[in-house]
């Protein structure tokens, strides 16, 4: 077969088209691949400060005082033997409901 100069063939033209083709999509995908790879490293980024900032304010946030020691079982107590008192309760029920609010 004679070899040709100048322009090429139809099918020259459609491999020479392939190629590009091929070599462009690639190119693009390859360019998606490290945008979405830096998008996700700001976003992981961006979570691990905000987790920072959230676990140092955290840590510098002061604790909440504690409730008074006995002024809740004092309360219920009292609670418990008013309904005593008014014949609500009998001596048995008075003393298990007693022991749990002391246990507690």
């Known amino acids: 077969m004679p070899q040709r100069f100048g ?7 459609v491999a020479r088209t392939a190629v590009i083709s091929g ?9 998606n691949r490290r945008m979405s ?4 490293n ?11 900032q959230r676990d140092q ?3 510098q ?4 005082p504690p ?3 006995g002024t ?10 008013d309904l005593k008192a008014q014949g609500l309760l009998t001596d048995e029920e008075f003393a298990t409901e007693k022991a749990r609010i002391l246990n507690s």
């Open 7 to 13: 322009r090429p063939g139809l099918l020259g033209t």
């Open 23 to 31: 070599t462009a999509t690639a190119v693009s995908n390859r360019v």
């Open 37 to 40: 790879d830096r998008e996700m």
């Open 42 to 52: 700001r976003q992981l980024s961006a979570q691990a400060q905000q987790q920072a």
């Open 57 to 59: 304010a955290a840590a």
């Open 61 to 64: 946030a002061p604790a909440p």
């Open 67 to 69: 409730p008074p020691a």
């Open 72 to 81: 809740d079982r004092v309360d219920r107590l009292s609670a418990l033997a």
